[in-house]
């Protein structure tokens, strides 16, 4: 979080998104006396409210708002205040129907639900930014309010429009990045192929649907501007709380989650004051409690430390083909894990379930069953850890090992007419992430071009199709210097604008892994293929494979069967000062567990902690103590070797301490 502009509130934060408008007001009074039961100490208020603040353009009734906020103050509950710009009311469709998005097969959609407007629609910017105005001169010196909540999660229903507005907005865009040189463009792009070539910026359109697959860069570029175009709309309403209120600190809601990719947060990190995230886990995935970590990890080291879970779900969501509850002890596990990666605030959606309306059937702090119901009791119960965790905040997690992580990449990889449909960004970096995760060794997420890189020891690419040259050079120097570098398969192939570096495969990468492949060989859905080697007995793989001739590096696993029976599979090379791996294919969860224990030896890291299988190890250090935070997710408890004080109990510990069955300890242990 920004040392520049803090949260004022001590300690953990803890709430929940509040719609107090959405009740009749002697439910207020309520709602106030069990937020301080709860140990609430701020909500985020006024996300969805433009309607009833501007009932008309240009009228505004802040009545509501005011009791809300002043109510809140009396009861020592500080406000994270939005601007309410997500959901444009009725009155501006009716005025800007140019406004309302188009989908990429030409259909103009219709209001009735959130974020039904066009990202470069100026109607929606003028008339966005009249209402921050008018809320922040307002608000600004209300004490209450100790943050701003700018808009509610960009780019979730609408990261891209495709009308004429959208593409007006898109050339100026591209005019900017290729300086006004139109040639420059063409070259980035490869007009040349299939007759595209561009004569005039004004023929260039968004990738709207066509009869065949797009051209790659002009997609790429395109997810490069919705980005870009959404954090135009976040850093104009910035500005004008800014103006009114310099001191109080900024955030918006990101989506970091294994569905979501339309935003580079990369770029979006450095403008604002605090990160936050939404995280909500899916019923599908039987091992969630990875996807918390992973994403709680990224969202750290987007921040540079310290962030903000500004959403996620006490119980079961409602958009999902199946939405199951959560199990008993499920949810306090789920918000103490966020904690252990970084998170120094604690919110959900909702503070209230609904009556009414598409989130009715979405948990709440205060479900429908009111409080005698176990969400409840889990909400007292987890109000009162983070008071005792209150010390913890501002510690962080160091890291020995750092993952690469990059929209671009992730973007690029996934376009059509790849060697192989069967890539996803997300879950091939997750199968790198588990194994250390497993073991208990922290991870920092980087950008490919991050000119830190020696603070690590260890840093894998497990998935990274799109490298720069300059990018490339970076990782390269980091294994020259003597670090370790691990790269899985399908990465360094293209460069910036999606162009194949030729010459062989893995294009940028072929130097410093001591390798070059002339022939890729993806494998069907379902079709695995054995390894040999120093792998374990029985090893497979699938999803990949390529035609691999060593050109210094030394083969660790071989391809068993198939049409490359007796190549390389997996290879390690001497590099400079360091060492770097290729892991060209997919190894099944065991076998890459194996081969990134033996990365792991070879960059001397380490796991964080000792503690039995099943037990999650992070540890935050703090200035005077570390934390080291044990987390069950057997279900059936573990004795840990630790030193110090329990914090969730208060009690000392010396030797071991017992983590209960699906539950957490946290010990402090002093420097």
Known sequence: ????????????????????????????????????????????VGIFSWALLEPSEGVYDFSR????????????????????????????????????????????????????????????????????????????????????????????????????????????????????????????????????????????????????????????DWR???????????????????????????????????????????????????????????????????????????MRSLAGGPWFLMEHSPGAVNWQPVNRAKRLGEMRRNALAHVAHGADGIAFFQWRAAKAGAEQWHSAMLPHAGTDSQIWRDVVQLGSDLRALAEVRDSTVVAQVAIVWDWDARWALELPSQPSGELRYQDLVRDWYTPLWRAGVSVDFVRPD??????????????????????????????????????????????????????????AFREVLGVITDELFPLLPGETTGLTGDVPVGATADLWSERIQLTGAQAVALYADGPLSGHPAVTRHRHGDGIAWYVATHPDQDTLAALLHRIRQDADVTPEHEAPAGIEVVRRRGPVADYLFLVDHTGKGAEAPAEGVELLTGRPVSGTVSVPPGGVAVIREPH
């Open 65 to 220: 708002m005011d009791r809300i906020l002043d109510l809140l103050h009396e009861n020592g509950i500080d406000a994270d205040l939005a601007t309410p710009t997500a959901a444009p009311p009725a009155w501006f469709f009716e005025a800007h129907p140019e406004a309302l998005p188009v989908d990429q097969d030409g259909r103009r959609l219709s209001y009735g639900s959130r974020q039904t407007f066009c990202p470069s629609s100026p109607a929606y910017r003028r008339t966005a930014l009249r209402i921050a105005e008018a809320l922040a001169e307002r608000y600004a010196t209300h004490p209450a309010v100790a943050m701003w909540h700018v808009h509610n999660e960009y780019g979730c229903h609408n990261d891209a429009c495709y009308c004429d507005t959208s593409a007006a907005a898109f050339r100026t865009w591209l005019r900017a990045r290729y300086d006004d040189d139109l040639d420059a463009l063409n070259r980035a792009w490869g007009t040349t192929f299939w007759s595209q070539w561009y004569s005039s910026w004004d023929q260039i359109l968004p990738p709207r649907a066509t009869t065949a697959p797009p051209n790659p860069t002009h997609r790429l």
């Open 1 to 44: 979080m920004s040392t520049q502009r803090r949260l004022r509130i001590p300690g953990i934060a803890y709430g929940g998104d509040y719609n107090p408008e959405q009740w009749p007001e002697e439910v207020w009074a309520e709602d106030m006396r069990l937020m301080r039961e709860a140990g609430v100490n701020m909500v985020s």
């Open 450 to 507: 991050d000119p830190r890189l020696d603070r690590y020891k260890l840093v894998l690419a497990p998935s990274l199709y799109l490298v720069s040259e300059a990018a490339a050079a970076n990782l390269t120097r980091f294994a020259e210097n003597g670090g370790t570098l691990a790269v899985g398969f399908h990465s360094g192939m293209v460069d910036e604008n999606a162009h194949v570096y030729l010459g062989g495969y893995p294009g």
């Open 224 to 298: 490069r501007f919705c980005s870009d175009e959404l954090l135009s709309l976040c850093t104009a309403e910035r500005e004008v709380l800014r103006r009114a209120a310099p001191d109080t600190p900024a955030t918006t809601n990101f989506l970091v989650l294994r569905t979501i990719d339309a935003l580079d947060y990369w770029r979006w990190a450095p403008e604002l004051d605090i990160l936050s995230n939404d995280h909500y886990l899916m019923s599908d995935d039987p091992e969630a409690e990875i996807d918390i970590a992973l994403n709680g990890d990224l």
